[in-house]
């Protein structure tokens, strides 16, 4: 098995870090739509996506004990989705909307408090213990597995895996046709590029703000739920673990550019795993324990040589 | 003059505060990477606290013993916020943990040892705290060094009939140290070490880790906590079949793992722990002191945990008050011979003899706690495998 074509370059590095990178891409999406909309860096993001994971994890719980069956994470989420909305509409009225005309670093400050907040309501009311979302392992799909073989290949991609893979793609296509396509995509991007020329010109720029948490809302949940799907356990921390490298994506990628907060998502996932290739002789280029490292090498030298991202998004 | 006055009573007040209890600083990895271990050593701390009160208290005046909580999240950083609270604004007499070795070696060199405050440990284990003083005596410890440890886990895996292995281990204090005294020991019994990679705690995959290491050898040594990465580079483990037998330590030993994974899929794992000899006296004294207040008497440094509260109150109650200067020489005496032997739970039999002036030596639920020159102690150690879908310890011998 060790044997096949690729096997051990595809199986455990590309794919691991093309799934880290879907996850990556969709929580950058709401920070850079935050950041271009409404010219803040949300630190309260990881912690929104966490609590997603945590009320889907609840919704599933309940569903199990009332009708006793077991519903998949992706339709929990559902609902869960529309709490996460009214959690991110609630934040931005009491700690980010009294700051809107004051410094930037306010409400900077007020999202970083906000996250301790989150955190520690979530521990709170679920415990600090980690909880299962989907208990064992999940085997990679036979099916796939035995097609892939018979044309020399093998792929080990588990379900969980081509859910995400599936879910972003689709996430992706419905945020593109949004932002093109419908008047509130077209006013959000407008407000992105100037927020003064776009109230002048009669754009109501509450909804606006309104629709940003709306779509940042649902992409965190996303990558919330894509997170816990993929590491099959809820814990409290696992928001702020993966806000780092998601700021990394989207200055990658351009701030207010939703293309390049994928693109950039992508990278930083791919870039990750990929170090630790035996790219020369056999040992690890990279030491796996300096992957986090890497993120923030590329963040640092974007920022030196190409400050408005690889999408020209805003320089500050 | 006005400011002076005021600050006087406020020091008046802070001193009659003092008199009228002894508060100790218990920083505990209450939130973190294994909330789930640290629930039941809480839990015996506060059983040694109430079992002093019940039985007259401290001192002749009969004082509360108080233990004043914090959350050390088992985190450098946290633990020295956590203990320069406990230190300098509620002023305690000594600190009773924290749980984790970063942590505790963290507290230790910035806060504790500068504030010459004893630090007594109820679980840190690695090899690296044994060596940490220089010219003082402020850190001790209840559990027993990794040093031990590591060479019990090697001879184990060589008994098993494993000679050949990966080791992955977390990048922090505790989890590097007994990896290196794990191979080390693995490679002097005839074994052969395959490959030896650090990873990074808390990542979301561990496949490219898995992926590295897996490719040498079936067998994997892995040291990390269950809770910030443990778990999810297992799982990864085994869902790309690079591995099927893992070994390890007190780290990953947690319910959690089993449910997490699933009891089918553990079947050639072994972790060790830190243990309690269950045939002694001492650990007789303590079960029926655990069992009747519903706690887990033989989890991992449960019983260490209580022999650290009850040494720390006998310290403060053998040197007469809560300075804090006499009290590491205070708890040497109270823990080694000569001396009365005081089992657990005979806190008004220590009192009394104390108070005619005779000698105790301290016997505990974890061992008979006679700390070296280090500050350390002689332990035990059991190795638990998934049996019917719970950890099933014994004692390696």
């Known amino acids: ?316 | 003059m006005k400011k002076l006055l005021l600050a006087n009573t406020a020091i008046a007040l802070l001193a009659t505060a003092a008199a009228a209890d002894v508060t100790v600083g218990n920083p505990m990895a209450m939130t973190g990477p294994i909330p789930d271990l640290v629930a039941p050593m809480a839990k015996a701390v506060d059983l040694a606290a109430a079992h002093i009160n019940e039985q007259g208290g401290m001192f002749a005046g009969g004082e509360m013993f108080k233990v004043e909580r914090a959350d050390s999240a088992c985190d450098p950083t946290a633990a020295v916020d956590a203990v320069t609270k406990l230190i300098n604004v509620s002023n305690v007499a000594g600190i009773i943990g924290p749980v984790c070795s970063g942590a505790t070696i963290a507290q230790a060199e910035s806060v504790s040892m500068p504030a010459g405050v004893v630090t007594l440990s109820v679980s840190a284990s690695s090899p690296a705290i044994s060596t940490m003083e220089d010219g003082t005596d402020l850190v001790f410890r209840t559990a027993a060094s990794d040093a031990y440890q590591g060479v019990a886990l090697a001879d184990l895996a060589i008994a098993n009939g494993i000679t050949e292995i990966a080791v992955s281990y977390a990048n922090d204090d505790y989890n590097a140290a007994i990896a290196g005294v794990f191979s080390e020991a693995f490679v002097a019994a005839g074994g052969t070490v395959t490959a030896n990679e650090a990873h990074e705690p808390s990542k979301a995959s561990y496949r490219s880790e898995v992926a590295t290491l897996g490719a040498t050898s079936d067998n994997l040594a892995l040291f990390a906590y269950y809770g910030s990465g443990g778990i999810t580079l297992m799982r990864n483990a085994l869902e790309t079949a690079a591995f099927d037998t893992f070994i390890g330590a007190d780290g990953m030993l947690s319910d959690e793992v089993i449910e997490q994974i699933g009891a089918e899929n553990l079947g050639s794992t072994t972790f060790t722990t830190s243990a309690s000899d269950a045939s002694t006296s001492a650990f007789g004294a303590w079960k029926a002191l655990a069992d009747a207040a519903d706690v887990p008497a033989s989890d991992p440094f449960v019983p260490n945990s209580y022999d650290a509260t009850f040494l720390m109150a006998l310290a403060i109650e053998a040197a007469g008050s809560a300075d804090r200067d006499g009290i590491a020489a205070s708890l040497r005496a109270v823990a080694t011979a000569p001396g009365e032997i005081i089992l657990p739970g005979e806190w008004a039999k220590a009192k009394a003899i104390l108070a005619a002036g005779g000698e105790i030596n301290y016997e505990g639920a974890a061992g008979n706690q006679d700390f070296d020159g280090n500050g350390d102690v002689a332990g035990e150690f059991s190795k638990s495998t998934v049996v019917d879908g719970a950890w099933a310890a014994e004692l390696i011998k």
């Not at chain 1, 703000?209 to 099959?232: H, N």
């Not at chain 1, 700021?247 to 791919?270: Q, R, T």
Request: charged share 10%; glycine share 10%; with cysteine.
């Open chain 1, 1 to 316: 098995m060790w044997d096949a074509f690729g096997f051990e370059f595809v199986n455990f590095y590309l794919i691991p870090g093309l799934v880290l990178g879907c996850i990556y891409a969709l929580g950058a999406i709401g920070i850079t739509l935050t950041f271009g909309i409404l010219r803040f860096a949300n630190f309260a993001h990881g912690e929104l996506m966490m609590m997603g994971a945590y009320l889907t994890w609840t919704i599933m719980a309940i569903i199990t004990a009332v009708i006793g069956i077991t519903v998949h994470p992706l339709i929990a989420a559902i609902p869960a989705s529309i709490v996460v909305i009214y959690l991110f509409f609630w934040t931005d009225k009491f700690f980010y909307k009294p700051f809107r005309k004051a410094d930037t670093i306010k409400v900077v400050m007020a999202s970083f408090g906000m996250m301790l907040i989150l955190r520690s309501a979530v521990q709170v009311i679920w415990g600090p213990n980690q909880l299962t979302f989907v208990p064992g392992i999940a085997k990679p799909n036979a099916g796939l597995m035995s097609w892939t073989d018979d044309i020399g290949a093998i792929l080990l991609i588990p379900n969980k895996h081509l859910l995400i893979f599936a879910g972003t793609i689709v996430f992706v296509v419905v945020l593109s046709y949004i932002l093109n396509r419908t008047r509130i995509g077209k006013a959000m991007r407008a407000v992105s590029d100037s927020p003064d020329l776009a109230h002048v010109t009669g754009i109501d720029v509450d909804q606006v703000i309104r629709a940003t948490w709306i779509v940042g809302g649902v992409c965190a949940l996303a990558a919330g739920v894509f997170l816990a799907m993929d590491i099959q356990l809820l814990e409290t921390t696992m928001g702020f673990r993966m806000l780092l490298p998601m700021f990394a994506a989207a200055i990658l990628g351009g701030i207010g550019k939703p293309y390049g907060a994928v693109a950039g998502g992508l990278i930083i996932g791919l870039a990750e795993e990929l170090s630790a290739y035996p790219w020369i002789g056999t040992e690890p280029l990279l030491s796996p324990g300096y992957k986090t490292g890497v993120a923030f090498a590329i963040m640092v030298v974007m920022l030196i040589l190409r400050p408005q991202g690889l999408f020209k998004g805003r320089s500050f």
